[in-house]
């Protein structure tokens, strides 16, 4: 059975940091890309950056330069360092593999951002 269970969210003040982790249980970390993803209120949920096994990262364009996507595979655990953070960052932000599969979101984490 696949679990991933985020943390790391919480209340941050504009341009401050958070560093989001999330650990996978199951057989599919050290063979499956992984990515981030994020549902803002009122909008559809969103990819925010994938890394491959071997630990190569893409990202949405408009975030390139404040979040950073990287990987522990002797952990199992993906992480996503947020900085520079903006109000419009305000979000739930989950991790799945890489194209999502529906069976494995877990509850995500929470990340909000004042102005």
């Known amino acids: 059975q696949v679990q991933l269970v985020e943390s790391g969210g919480g209340l941050v003040q504009a341009g401050g940091s958070l560093r989001l982790s999330c650990a996978a249980s199951?057989?599919?970390?050290?063979?499956?890309?992984m990515g981030w993803y994020r549902q803002a209120p009122g909008n559809k949920r969103e990819l925010v950056a994938t890394?491959?096994?071997?630990?190569?990262?893409t990202y949405v364009e408009d975030l390139k330069g404040r979040f950073t996507i990287s990987r522990d595979n002797a952990k199992n655990t993906v992480y996503l360092q947020m900085n520079s953070l903006k109000p419009e960052d305000t979000a739930v932000y989950y991790c799945?593999?890489?194209?999502?599969?529906?069976?494995?979101w877990g509850p995500g984490t929470q990340v909000s951002v004042s102005s």
């Open positions: 199951g057989s599919i970390f050290r063979i499956n890309a």
């Open positions: 799945n593999v890489f194209p999502s599969i529906g069976a494995y």
């Open positions: 890394i491959t096994s071997s630990g190569s990262a």
